[in-house]
């Protein structure tokens, strides 16, 4: 039984695009902006225990059309989004009349902020991601209406929260009070999901650098969130792209924001550590 759903995964991949370059990353550089020096392949971190031998962006998966896309600000259509939150940012909002630059000045005060999350907060007892811990703001500093997981407006302030970390190593704690939620997060991640029975692993850690249809595999790093997709043209967040692999292994899949999705953007996080942020990257 078991091996018929091992061939319909095992057909997947053999369905490949042209030539397979073996190793698939690229040696390219990334600089954005001229002066933003990008670390793009890293040490792997201690807890990968050999898993991979290399940590490497999914940057370098892309082709080259996509790859400059990155490299300036101008070209980069992320960026857009990036400036409409610079305006929401200025604006106040809910009950208290007030805006995030009230409280925290200007957008570059997050300067290292993306780095460190999902992490532990002592007060809530929970670990936090970024759109968490806004949305305590938004609701209990601002008594505004919390953003929906993953909507535009909550992306678009998550990246341009990360823009001002960019080039930044990635630097996510795994252990003390997150412990437990980066084990859960380690669980799922290596639990065969769907009739094709596939982890994330299966595909990021083992066939990174194959092709599955026309698409390239990367190690499939969270660095680059929120990614902007030419494919959906807009930015997207790691909740909506986790989502999108289950479904593509034809499972059931956990919700945006669910404490199942918070562990793994954790877990997936640590297995980036080292790697720059480079949010908003760009994507296909
Ligand atoms: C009334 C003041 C106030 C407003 C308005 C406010 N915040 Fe905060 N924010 C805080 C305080 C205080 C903290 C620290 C809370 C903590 O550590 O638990 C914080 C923490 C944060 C953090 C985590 C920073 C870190 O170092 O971990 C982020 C991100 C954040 N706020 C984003 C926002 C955004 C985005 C807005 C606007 C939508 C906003 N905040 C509006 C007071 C405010
Ligand atoms: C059937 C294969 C497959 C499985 C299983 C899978 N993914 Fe993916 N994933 C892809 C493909 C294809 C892409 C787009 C190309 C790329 O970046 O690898 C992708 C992209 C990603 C990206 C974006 C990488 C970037 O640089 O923008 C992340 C993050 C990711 N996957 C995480 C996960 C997680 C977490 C799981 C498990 C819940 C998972 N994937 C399961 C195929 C898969």
Redesign the pocket.
């Known amino acids: 039984m078991k091996t018929r759903t091992m061939t319909v995964a095992a057909a997947l991949f053999a369905l490949s695009a042209p030539a397979l370059t073996a190793g698939g990353a690229d040696d390219d550089n990334l600089t954005i902006n001229g002066n933003i020096e990008m670390t793009t392949k890293a040490e792997p971190a201690a807890h990968l225990d050999g898993a991979l031998p290399e940590v490497i962006s999914?940057w370098h998966?892309r082709s080259d059309e996509t790859q400059e896309l990155e490299m300036d600000d101008f070209d980069n259509p992320g960026m857009i989004f990036v400036d409409q939150a610079r305006e929401a940012w200025n604006t106040a909002e809910g009950s208290e009349g007030k805006s995030c630059a009230d409280c925290h000045n200007e957008p570059e005060s997050m300067a290292g902020v993306r780095t460190v999350y999902p992490k532990w907060n002592e007060e809530a007892g929970e670990v936090r991601t970024i759109q968490m811990q806004m949305n305590d703001c938004r609701e209990n500093r601002m008594g505004a209406e919390p953003w929906k997981y993953d909507a535009s407006a909550a992306i678009n302030m998550e990246a341009l929260i990360s823009s001002v970390s960019r080039g930044m190593p990635m630097d996510v704690a795994t252990d003390g009070p997150a412990q437990e939620t980066w084990e859960q997060g380690k669980e799922i991640?290596y639990t065969r999901y769907g009739k094709l029975e596939?982890?994330?692993a299966?595909?990021?850690e083992l066939n990174y650098g194959n092709y599955?249809r026309a698409?390239?595999?990367?190690q499939?790093?969270?660095n680059?969130f929120p990614?902007y997709r030419l494919k959906n043209a807009k930015l997207n967040g790691?909740h909506s792209?986790?989502k999108g692999?289950?479904r593509?292994?034809r499972a059931e899949t956990f919700s945006p924001g669910s404490p199942e999705f918070v562990a793994?953007e954790l877990y997936?996080a640590s297995r980036g550590n080292g790697l720059s942020v480079e949010g908003p990257?760009v994507?296909n």
């Open positions: 999914g998966f991640y596939l982890a994330c299966s595909c990021h599955i698409d390239h595999l990367s499939g790093h969270t680059g990614t790691q792209r986790f692999c289950v593509d292994t793994l997936v990257s994507r």
